[in-house]
């Protein structure tokens, strides 16, 4: 048996996991989606369909960005392997990023529940994109009505996001990790991207795996490298 529990990142949704769930269900993965609720769908927990602890049984965490830090802990410890996409321990940098990485999140704390929020939302999916042209769901769907309880959601996630200083709570020192970094990714700093590798290296048993794209950006939307994912899952992952 081989299932996923996917998690999004801050102020993300469950719809930008579609071309994943279409290639890994179509090479026999039972797919799920955990969701914070922010906009316009309701949040949801997922668990893990099979809880034998059969040698051939895999159960794959897909974490991108604040998700590995969002998804249910519980999940997260009894997966077998965990994939890292522009994941991080620790958001902000130590080094001269900190300042510049500081102040914008401050904007964008200040912006939620302002005048401000669409636009904040909006400009930070677009960076999130980038190089590659944003998704028409994704970008509608910020600039749908907000509910309190999601807005609430999302500047709780915000504060997570840059208090964090360790890797997520619950990830098992046993599974096979999966890191897999954008170079073009325009949310994260190359400091930053070290420190989750440092971090892992000196938590897990093996060493990670990482896979380094050059034509993505915080976001990955091309089918070639989510076939990369499935690859490794699949074939490399020993």
């Not at 769901?137 to 996630?157: F, P, W, Y």
Request: with cysteine; aromatic share 8%.
């Amino acid at each position: 048996m081989k299932e996923i529990i996917a998690m999004h990142g801050w102020a993300g949704d469950s719809h930008q996991w579609a071309n994943w769930k279409r290639i890994f269900k179509s090479c026999d993965w039972e797919w799920q989606t955990s969701e914070r609720g922010y906009k316009d769908k309701s949040p949801h927990i997922s668990k893990w369909n099979h809880n034998s602890n059969h040698i051939e049984l895999k159960r794959v965490a897909i974490c991108h960005s604040l998700g590995s830090h969002l998804i249910d802990k519980e999940v997260l410890y009894s997966a077998t392997h965990v994939v890292l996409i522009n994941g991080f321990s620790r958001f902000i940098p130590t080094g001269k990023e900190n300042r510049p990485t500081k102040l914008a999140l401050n904007r964008m704390m200040h912006a939620i529940n302002s005048p401000n929020e669409a636009t904040m939302l909006k400009k930070f999916q677009i960076k999130a994109y980038k190089p590659n042209c944003i998704d028409v769901k994704s970008s509608k769907s910020n600039l749908l009505h907000m509910s309190d309880s999601g807005r609430l959601r999302l500047k709780n996630d915000l504060k997570l996001l840059i208090n964090s200083d360790s890797l997520p709570i619950g990830l098992n020192n046993s599974a096979k990790v999966l890191i897999v970094n954008s170079e073009q990714d325009y949310i994260l700093a190359n400091q930053t991207k070290e420190k989750l590798a440092e971090d892992l290296i000196n938590h897990l048993e093996a060493v990670p795996k990482t896979i380094n794209l050059q034509d993505e950006g915080h976001f990955i939307t091309k089918i070639k490298n989510i076939k990369k994912v499935e690859h490794w899952l699949e074939f490399e992952h020993a």
